[in-house]
T-cell receptor
Framework: QKEVEQDPGPLSVPEGAIVSLNCTYS??????FMWYRQYSRKGPELLMY????GNKEDGRFTAQVDKSSKYISLFIRDSQPSDSATYLC????????????FGRGTQLTVWP | EAQVTQNPRYLITVTGKKLTVTCSQN?????MSWYRQDPGLGLRQIYY???????DKGDVPEGYKVSRKEKRNFPLILESPSPNQTSLYFC???????????????FGPGTRLLVL
């Protein structure tokens, strides 16, 4: 079993929709959780990171971690066509980047 | 301008012919890492380095070697490439100097490798 599972989609939503992206994981030692966004033909860029359980909000983006269920989510409110990209979750055991475990990525299209 | 550079950007080679993909950053970053990205498999870490002369295996290190003799460079070496190493490769370095999670990784432009 892969340590991090992520539904690859594709996911297609109309502009303005609320988008929910999710990952599950099997290793309870993971403490830091990240979301990366990757536009076509580009390298990934860090969107948000959270530590342990809880919520974190940054503008239209909210990251949630439920360690008891080993489940993390990224919500995008008022989605825009510019949000169309692949979203990858990643996680690590410690507070330094070190060895990172990525999900397969979810391809999102927001149509106008 | 702060950047991570990779060379070559595109490479076609044959099985067994040793090759090196270079990665260089001009930001004095301590943390550097190599990834490969394949359709349906996402991004997988090959090797990472927390500092000069300190390297460690990621998720898929088999068939690859790395070295970190100086802070700015982190080459990826394929001693005997095979077709299953055909992939898109990304080098990355941390924006901070301590490689902490909140210090976002800055990715290079990618190297497309085809092994025949």
């Amino acid at each position: 079993q892969k340590e991090v599972e992520q539904d690859p989609g594709p996911l297609s939503v109309p502009e303005g929709a609320i988008v929910s992206l999710n990952c599950t994981y099997s290793n309870s030692a993971f403490q830091y959780f990240m979301w990366y966004r990757q536009y076509s033909r580009k390298g990934p860029e860090l969107l948000m990171y959270t530590y342990s359980s809880g919520n974190k909000e940054d503008g239209r983006f909210t990251a949630q971690v439920d360690k008891s269920s080993k489940y993390i989510s990224l919500f995008i409110r008022d989605s825009q066509p510019s949000d169309s990209a692949t979203y990858l979750c990643a996680m690590t055991r410690g507070s330094t980047l070190g060895r990172l475990y990525f999900g397969r990525g979810t391809q999102l299209t927001v149509w106008p | 301008e702060a950047q991570v550079t990779q060379n070559p950007r595109y490479l076609i080679t044959v099985t067994g012919k040793k090759l090196t993909v270079t990665c260089s950053q001009n930001m004095n970053h301590e943390y550097m890492s190599w990834y490969r990205q394949d359709p349906g498999l996402g991004l997988r870490q090959i090797y990472y380095s927390m500092n000069v002369e300190v390297t460690d295996k990621g998720d898929v290190p088999e068939g690859y070697k790395v070295s970190r003799k100086e802070k700015r460079n982190f080459p990826l070496i394929l001693e005997s490439p095979s077709p299953n190493q055909t992939s898109l490769y990304f080098c990355a370095s941390s924006l901070g100097t301590s490689g902490r999670v909140e210090e976002t990784q800055y990715f290079g432009p990618g190297t497309r490798l085809l092994v025949l």
